[in-house]
């Protein structure tokens, strides 16, 4: 099904004109301000199907990968271009996974370079045959993004080399980047061309696009987007030496499901947002999620898969029987062992042409018995490593044949000419085991297409003399640091650096018994022909429809510029608080209640020193001066502290210790809301907490009257967040019996009396104005931390209550627009700064009117 938008250019590539006919979906909104998004049609948003998600799971996906999967070939006679499906492809191979019912658009760039004068003749022909829509880029700009900031510099240092100097990968250039970025922002106007943001799911591949997400998401808040990471992510000592790390991470973040091949790649990534944006994961019924400005960002961790159909119709192939037979012939009386890796730094080749000299050096048995086949395909890389590698993997390949070959054995035999698909696939039949050791890789699928080819059929069982119908097997040599590795259980898994460690794992595949064999390959072809390409993108796009579910639930807000942009996704009825508004209300009421978290609302967040300032304990004196006005300062401190700060601050209410002592004033008798005088349970918890203060650097106990605070804010992120969980755990063991709680917060564990929290306060002040008599009519309580959601709860949750007055002006307000219980938000420290001046000049107003009351 072609989704409707009044922008896409399939409806324009029929040649008929589109329909503007009555429509039942909605059409597309409007951004009528910056990152605003305006719904045009909410007077018809209960119709049927008017603001629900489409009926059909993804009707369309937008697939978006550096190349398309096309090729391209110009004509002889140079009259213009013939095009096919790359059936090789993994974005057009992932189809299989999304049903016969699902429209695919694939946007990305062609293999060749088209002339400019040709470009919309290929792109019509491309759109209408094929679905695809192909992004041009100049000669320059692309040779800047791709072999220049991509493969010189990106992907080296996510495959953990450094460029420790001009010959090992590249160093950081600023116009590289800024090529990267630009053709980011051209895939983005290209995906604008064609997407209907209320209905599609874009899905975009690999590190080449990883700040495509920030332009489509600033374009479209509610957009569906996913990434795929096809390449290692690396850990965060070498990630954290990119300059522009931020920038990737945050562009990354706006999307709403990030794929990784393995949970190394994905804990890696996870520990980097920890590390540098500060941002803590959680996993929740078997998903792991980033919380980030209220979205959640889904982290999905699955090692994509083969595709079967296309790996079948290569075995059946008639070449592909005469090409066994040939192959049979050909090492007669040998055992191959095979390798096929691309010609680059990190498939390790050298290395395992190493280890087969090992293996004859140790184990002379083999020689003239064992033969290494290692297919080469060219290298996709350039410059002097890559030559380097070639010249070393053409001499060890050379000594091992003249130190061990004889007039018919050649130990290596090194294929460097291109082969094709099912003379790659004839050679897996043949080899008795695969090598792969790379000493750095995404995923590479190479084994599991080796495992199905070693499956075979009765054709190719008939080529290689086997008896029919008899027992599989198949050995594989992996390298620990290769994706496919964790799936590979029955895999011989070797470190590939250590030459002897892989010699004798080659040597145990050729004396393992064959039953031994049998096992491992059916165990592998099990789980390779259950997790197949196919697979892969259904359970992708699966968890991208959950994640998405609630998009058009929430309210969007876009805020920052360029790659620091991000989206706020709230609650429809949580606003930002209009200073107008509440100075209005304040001015019309006369029975005020004002709650305010010290730290969160008053005090300087860029000082250490949190001592009031002479304007905020001016604000205190102003509005506790008004008679209509009850003001309660509610604070985590100590009370002495506060008793210090604010005891020139008449008729101020204070709250210590997040409610645990309360007094009514300055220098006033404490109380305490639930008495307890049985401290005991510190003798427990105190000494558990000294000990992981000792074993953790960077922690500090806070120790309260009435609390045990444990503090890992500078210590390691990912150390101190372990330590917290196990002192959690451990608290709540010993304590079990305890009349305490043991929470965790934003970066400590507290341990507390039962029953006190600031919800408390708001309950008691409640309580106490009821009592007296007096029915609020303007309620403004002011938080910014979890510890003041309790507030928020209260305050909101007694709207119609009996303290209140009819059509009471109640404000819950928040620092910072994020998810919570209040329904108003502030941006910072700064806006309520100026909200409470507003009403203190109010107050002042009024207290001058009464002391110099106007003449009759």
């Given amino acids: 099904m072609v989704s409707r938008s009044y922008s896409n250019l399939l409806e324009l590539t029929s040649g008929d004109s589109p329909a503007f006919g009555p429509v039942g979906k909605r059409l597309p909104r409007v951004m009528t301000v910056a990152g605003i998004i305006s719904d045009l049609d909410d007077e018809n948003s209960n119709s049927p199907g008017s603001d629900g998600p489409s009926s059909t799971a993804h009707d369309r ?96 240092l996510f495959h953990y080399m450094l460029p420790l100097s001009r010959d090992l990968g590249g160093r950081f250039d600023r116009s590289l980047w800024q090529a990267y970025v ?49 390449s290692p992510f690396p850990s965060s000592e070498i990630y954290r030496t990119i300059p522009v790390r931020d920038e990737l991470l945050r562009a990354l973040l706006n999307a709403d499901l990030i794929g990784f091949h393995t949970f190394d790649y994905a804990r890696h990534f996870l520990s980097c947002c920890s590390r540098m944006l500060g941002l803590s994961y959680q996993s929740k019924r078997g998903y792991v999620g980033l919380e980030y400005y209220g979205r959640t960002v889904s982290i999905k961790i699955l090692p994509v898969g083969i595709h079967l ?174 994706g496919c590795s964790p799936s590979l259980s029955g895999a011989i898994r070797v470190n590939p650096w250590n030459v002897d460690a892989v010699a004798e794992a080659m040597e145990f595949t050729l004396v393992m018994p064959e039953t031994e064999k049998e096992l491992r390959h059916e165990k592998h072809h099990r789980y390779v022909a259950t997790h197949h390409v196919g697979y892969w993108a259904h359970s992708f796009l699966q968890d991208l429809e959950r994640t998405c579910r609630d998009h058009l639930q929430r309210r969007c807000w ?188 934003h970066h400590l564990v507290e341990v507390k009396p039962q029953g006190v929290t600031k919800g408390l306060v708001a309950e008691r002040l409640l309580r106490a104005m009821r009592e007296k008599g007096t029915r609020l009519d303007f309620v403004l309580c002011i938080g910014d931390d979890r510890s003041d959601e309790d507030m928020f709860e209260v305050i909101t949750g007694t709207a119609a209550a009996p303290s209140l007055a009819p059509a009471a002006d109640v404000f819950a307000c928040t620092v910072g627009q994020k998810p919570s219980k209040a329904k108003y938000y502030l941006d910072d420290k700064a806006e309520i700064e100026r909200l409470l001046q507003g009403l203190a000049a109010v107050s002042d107003q009024s207290a001058k009117a009464v002391s110099f009351p106007s003449p009759p």
């Fill in 61 to 156: 996906v937008i697939v978006v990968g550096n190349q398309l999967p096309i090729r391209s070939l110009r004509r002889p006679d140079g009259g213009g271009w013939d095009f096919s499906w790359d059936e090789d492809s993994l974005l057009l191979q992932l189809k299989d996974g999304l049903g016969d019912d699902t429209e695919v658009i694939y946007i990305g760039c062609l293999k060749e370079e088209v002339d400019p004068k040709e470009q919309d003749n290929v792109s019509q022909r491309l759109l209408e045959g094929y679905r695809c829509l192909p992004a041009f880029l100049p000669p320059d700009l692309f040779a800047k993004f791709y072999h220049g900031f991509c493969k010189q510099y990106l992907w080296p």
């Fill in 558 to 745: 876009g805020i920052g510029f360029g790659l620091g942009f991000r989206v706020i996704a709230l609650d429809p009825n949580f606003r930002k608080l209009s200073l107008e508004h509440i100075v209005s209300a304040y001015r019309r009421t006369k029975n005020r209640a004002i709650l305010l978290d010290y730290d969160g609302a008053m005090a300087s967040p860029a000082s250490i020193n949190k001592t009031p300032t002479a304007e905020a304990i001016g604000i205190l004196k102003t509005l506790c001066g008004d008679p209509n006005n009850v003001v309660f300062l509610i604070s985590g401190r100590d009370k002495e502290t506060l008793s210090s700060w604010f005891s020139s601050c008449e008729n101020l209410g204070i709250a210590a210790e997040h409610g645990y002592f309360l007094s009514e004033e300055p220098g006033g008798e404490w109380e305490t809301p639930q008495p307890s005088t049985n401290f005991c349970w510190k003798l427990i918890a105190e000494p558990i907490m000294k000990l992981y203060t000792e074993t953790t650097d960077g922690s500090t106990i806070e120790a309260k009257e009435s609390a045990l605070v444990w503090h890992y804010q500078y210590a390691d992120p990912d150390f101190g967040s372990c330590q917290a969980k196990e002192l959690l755990d451990h608290l709540e063991s010993v304590l079990a019996n305890e009349p305490v709680s043991v929470k965790s917060g």
């Fill in 309 to 482: 159909g296309q790996l079948q119709s290569a075995l059946n192939l008639p070449e592909t029987e005469a090409k066994v037979v040939e192959l049979r012939d050909q090492f007669k009386d040998r055992i191959v062992l095979l390798g096929v890796d691309d010609m680059d730094i990190f498939k390790g080749i050298s290395l395992k042409l190493l280890a087969m000299e090992q293996l004859l050096l140790q184990h002379p048995e083999w020689r003239e018995k064992a033969v290494l086949v290692q297919i080469a395909n060219p290298a996709r890389g350039r410059g002097r490593p890559v030559q380097e590698l070639q010249e070393e993997t053409y001499a060890v390949a050379a000594r091992i044949n003249k130190t061990f070959g004889k007039p018919n054995y050649q130990p290596v035999v090194l294929i460097e000419s291109p082969l094709q698909f099912f003379e790659r696939i004839a050679y897996y039949v043949v080899a008795e085991c695969c090598l792969v050791t790379a000493v750095r890789d995404g995923m590479n699928l190479i084994p599991y297409e080796y495992i199905v080819s070693r499956q075979g059929n009765r054709k190719l069982d008939a080529a290689l003399q086997l008896r029919p119908g008899g027992q599989k097997r198949s050995m594989l040599v992996v390298s620990e640091f290769v």
């Fill in 182 to 230: 630009s053709v980011n922002k051209i895939f983005a106007d290209k995906v604008m061309e064609v997407i209907n943001p209320e209905e599609d799911f874009v899905w975009v591949h690999d590190y080449h696009l990883m700040v495509l997400p920030n332009f489509l998401r600033k374009r479209f808040n509610r957009v569906k987007l996913g990434f795929f990471l096809h």
